[in-house]
């Protein structure tokens, strides 16, 4: 008994208190016994709340703890001196010193290896003082949040928070503290001294929302991943282009089900408590372009980078001196990245031929610096992932293809035609000029969007009516397509050793990209859609799935939440039995711990 309750109450590294273990679920009965008795005394519920909210943590990440309490007490204390200063002066010191504080702690644990490596190289020695710093569990969602607190004071959206206990419990909430969804304390806050309120309904909608999560994390993103995607990740070469497409089109479903799965049980696990999560997800692939992708995927995020990056920096008014230091910086961090100067040179390059274009082209300013700051944002999203190089062009890529959505809406139909066929052309004589995997794959990728083009073209001259539908599944096909095609540079940095990702994951990148534009032996193809076949259905599922219309999944989660509890009850005991058969014996953790 006393073995037992020591590992209770100690940190087993191998063993995190996550969502997908018992431990977790026994962990949340007790709490809601508890709460259940102080639901409606919201002082104690709020401090009882951040107590258990820092043993959750103190259970997943250990002695890293200490950094999440220090976050608290520094942002709370200069939140207190924000809001109690009456010149703009030492409103803009406190508050530039407080995320000063936030983002060195940030920077410390998350890019020490990156700066020990700038260190080696600049100073000529090895640098190894790092070697036993390890990466804290959601360090980047409560650090944001801590930010997101000291700019809503300055900005007067909200006052700050008397209680050190009610702001620890905002920071520290236990189903969204380690993988988000990132909470703005303008949108929190006013919660904390609100009575406990849940109707019989918001309950049923609690419970389906859990349910949820567990199926889109064990058997749409765990299983898939231990029984195909990670295999191929971590050996591209033994599998053919056809087996390291089907992954990487895996890992787009995977990656989505296993954020939004561990989103959807943080709402539902808050719901029960009375508290309401925002909205992480919105049917991500769904999207018609690239920026209305990024208003559906980890919107907690995207809106922070909009309303505390994006917007700061000139948004789509000007460019301000924060624009050129990204690019400056983001040159360099590049440059040191790949140990190439070549790198930050041509970056160097293309700022320099916006800043010609518009001295010469006025009329321009507007579109260049809105387009720069859009790029300088994804970048540095990108890099708040992690210091790799692969993070940096995913990040890149994602704000290239904003870009071009945005010079390619406003064309005439044979103006794209033109354009489209002439890139596919030059593609392809670029494969044959100077052979290369990437070639054929931006020839292939081309060639469609050109066919695709063409045929719509000529449908609307003929006097065709325009398909609504079809001209929507066409664009959301192309979206999900370009949005997997970046994965591929994200997937192959993460779940690595901070020390060898760079390295690494531009391996694993590269070594896809020729499987994939390399010779395919299509011969080969059904019999690997047969040994495959248990994967192939759940990613066809759950992309069935994911594609259904709003309406439909609004009515079956109203129908769920109104069945009575006995039946309601059942589905539980039936949904969980399933799920242990898919259980793995490799539990994996959530992707987004990482980050």
């Known amino acids: 008994m006393q073995q037992w309750i020591t590992n209770i109450l100690t940190f087993n590294e191998a063993q995190p208190l996550i969502f997908t273990q018992g431990e977790f679920w026994l962990f949340l009965m007790v709490v809601l016994c508890f709460f259940s008795i102080i639901h409606q005394r919201v002082a104690a519920r709020n401090a009882f709340l951040f107590g258990v909210s820092i043993f959750f943590y103190y259970k997943t990440s250990g002695i890293f703890t200490l950094a999440l309490l220090s976050a608290i007490v520094v942002s709370y204390l200069f939140g207190l001196l924000l809001s109690r200063s009456s010149s703009v002066f030492l409103k803009r010191l406190w508050l530039t010193l407080g995320i000063l504080y936030s983002l060195s702690l940030l920077c410390y644990f998350k890019y020490a290896y990156f700066f020990a490596d700038v260190f080696s190289q600049l100073s000529g020695s090895e640098f190894t003082i790092v070697e036993q710093i390890l990466l804290p569990v959601g360090i980047s969602f409560y650090t944001f949040q801590c930010i997101s607190y000291l700019m809503d004071i300055y900005r007067q959206k909200i006052d700050a928070l008397r209680s050190i206990l009610d702001y620890g419990f905002y920071v520290s909430f236990f189903p969204q503290l380690v993988a988000g969804p990132i909470v703005r304390a303008s949108d929190f806050v006013y919660q904390l001294h609100r009575p406990f309120s849940l109707s019989r309904r918001w309950f049923g909608i609690a419970v389906f929302w859990i349910l949820n999560g567990l199926i889109k994390k064990i058997i749409l993103s765990d299983y898939i991943a231990v029984n195909f995607i990670d295999r191929v990740f971590a050996n591209p070469t033994l599998y053919d282009g056809f087996e390291n497409l089907l992954a990487l089109f895996g890992y787009s479903l995977q990656v989505y089900a296993d954020f939004s799965g561990y989103t959807d049980i943080a709402i539902g696990v808050a719901l029960m408590m009375g508290f309401y999560l925002p909205k ?14 990024w208003k559906r995927w980890h919107i907690s995020l995207s809106r922070w980078l909009q309303d505390y990056l994006y917007i700061p920096m000139g948004g789509n008014r000007n460019a301000s001196f924060a624009t050129y230091a990204v690019i400056i910086g983001m040159g360099i961090v590049a440059m040191l990245l790949t140990h190439n100067v070549w790198v930050a040179i041509i ?25 720069i700051n859009a790029t300088n944002t994804m970048l540095i999203g990108g890099l708040w992932h992690g210091a790799s190089w692969n993070f940096v062009i995913w990040g890149g890529l994602n704000g290239l293809g904003m870009i071009v959505y945005k010079l390619w809406h406003p064309m005439g139909r044979w103006s794209r035609v033109l354009v489209i066929s002439l890139l596919a052309s030059l593609s392809y004589y670029a494969s044959i000029a100077a052979p290369h995997p ?73 070594s896809m990209i020729e499987q994939i534009g390399g010779q395919w032996r299509i011969q080969l193809i059904p019999a690997i859609l047969t040994q495959h076949i248990g994967i192939v259905y759940l990613i066809i599922m759950g992309m069935i799935i994911h594609w259904i219309d709003d309406r439909t999944k609004r009515r079956y989660r109203i129908v769920f939440a109104s069945l009575p509890l006995w ?21 994996q953790k959530f992707i987004y711990f990482q980050f």
């Open 347 to 371: 970056l160097m390059f293309i700022a320099m031929l916006c800043a010609i274009s518009m001295l010469l082209r006025p009329d321009w300013k507007k579109k260049i610096t809105t387009n």
């Open 438 to 510: 990437l070639w054929n794959i931006a020839y292939v990728w081309l060639g469609v969007i050109m066919l695709g083009t063409l045929i719509s073209t000529l449908w609307r001259s003929l006097g065709g009516a325009e398909v609504a539908w079809s001209r929507r599944a066409w664009n959301i096909a192309q979206t999900f397509v370009f949005i997997t095609f970046t994965r591929l540079f994200f997937r192959a940095g993460s779940n690595l050793d901070p020390e060898l990702a760079n390295e690494q994951a531009w391996e694993t990148a590269t």
């Open 280 to 293: 992480n997800f919105d049917a991500p692939y769904k999207a018609t372009n690239a920026p209305n992708f």
């Open 567 to 587: 039946l309601m009850a059942i589905i539980c005991v039936v949904i969980v039995l399933i799920l242990y058969q898919f259980v793995t014996t490799d539990m």
